[in-house]
């Protein structure tokens, strides 16, 4: 039996580690960590004040500097990713002349001409309250992924449009307000709450000494997190751009596979417009380890063995397909 894999690879949990604001801060001390452990980054960037010193409607965090393109542009040859976090770090209703469209669309298309890579994911400013007010508008944009500000870890019915978040901190979060599971704090994270599911959490700055400690974190606090991380998952979460894994669950979850003789399975997909990465893992049961190559369109696919199974993986489903969207998989 040929099944779809949750994650890629076969992993048993995805993650993805996102910086909310995008300060300049990121360079120094967060992405040096990020190489050290293979983790790529993320950054949601106020668009409307890129390359400048922030000054944003009752934001606690006004006067420390903002990445410009340039830094984001290079983030980018580091394998990370860049969302929108609005255009001004809106607050609904009370700020003044809050224009919904320019914070949640026009941001869009001004950030990808700036930063030269398609935006697909939104990450809502302040608090839940900003939620509804922007998500018609998070539609008609065509973001892909949108991260709300309340916490938990992602499961298989995770609605993309309203991805569970959680604040990675140096201090005590204010967990009780945005709902985000003390089970999830460095301490307490144990790999049965990842199990499955995908974390998606958010911090800010990255400094020693650091400032707002409910919402920021030291190099050291960042490096910790990473290691227990690793560790507890024996080094086989799936470490991935936000865009990675929603396009992977995407593709999962409108990916169907058929028996087409024997050994031959038709996977058929109604591929989703938008996605950037069009890879996909499989896994086949294989208890007398009879499996001696696979095909995926004309193609040889790596495998390796598990628990009985093999597990490979395509990495452009769609560089296989031959008129209508079925990619054939032989078994030999
Ligand atoms: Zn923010």
Redesign the pocket.
């Given at each position: 039996m040929l099944s779809v894999c949750r994650f890629l690879n076969n992993a048993p949990c995805a993650y993805s580690m996102t910086y909310?604001?995008g300060f300049v801060d990121i360079l120094a001390n967060a992405l040096p960590i990020h190489k050290k452990y293979g983790i790529p980054g993320h950054a949601d960037v106020v668009v409307g004040q890129l390359g400048q010193r922030r000054n944003c409607y009752r934001s606690s965090m006004n006067g420390l500097f903002h990445m410009g393109a340039e830094h984001l542009r290079y983030l980018i040859t580091e394998g990370w990713s860049v969302g929108n976090?609005s255009w001004s770090?809106f607050v609904y209703p009370t700020q003044p002349g809050l224009d919904l469209y320019r914070e949640v669309v026009y941001s869009r298309y001004y950030l990808e001409d700036r930063i030269g890579v398609p935006v697909t994911f939104f990450a809502i400013?302040?608090n839940q309250c900003n939620y509804e007010p922007a998500l018609p508008f998070i539609r008609q944009a065509g973001y892909l992924g949108c991260q709300q500000v309340y916490g938990g870890v992602n499961r298989d019915d995770v609605d993309l449009l309203k991805i569970l978040n959680f604040m990675v901190a140096e201090g005590p979060i204010k967990a009780k307000a945005y709902r985000w599971p003390l089970s999830l704090t460095t301490e307490n994270l144990k790999f049965e709450e990842l199990d499955g599911g995908w974390l998606c959490e958010t911090t800010h700055l990255v400094m020693p000494n650091v400032i707002q400690p409910h919402k920021n974190i030291t190099p050291e606090g960042l490096e910790r997190r990473f290691v227990k991380l690793l560790e507890i998952t024996d080094r086989r979460l799936w470490a991935a751009t936000p865009e990675d894994v929603i396009d992977y669950i995407l593709l999962r979850r409108r990916t169907a596979i058929k028996p087409a003789g024997a050994n031959e399975y038709d996977v058929t997909v109604d591929f989703p417009v938008g996605i950037q990465k069009r890879q996909m893992s499989f896994a086949l049961d294989d208890p007398k380890q009879a499996v001696k190559q696979i095909m995926a369109g004309d193609k040889s696919a790596d495998f390796r063995r598990e628990d009985g199974k093999v597990v490979f993986t395509v990495a452009d489903l769609a560089a296989g397909f031959v008129k209508q969207s079925t990619l054939r998989i032989k078994i030999i």
């Open positions: 909310d604001e976090h770090h400013p302040n």
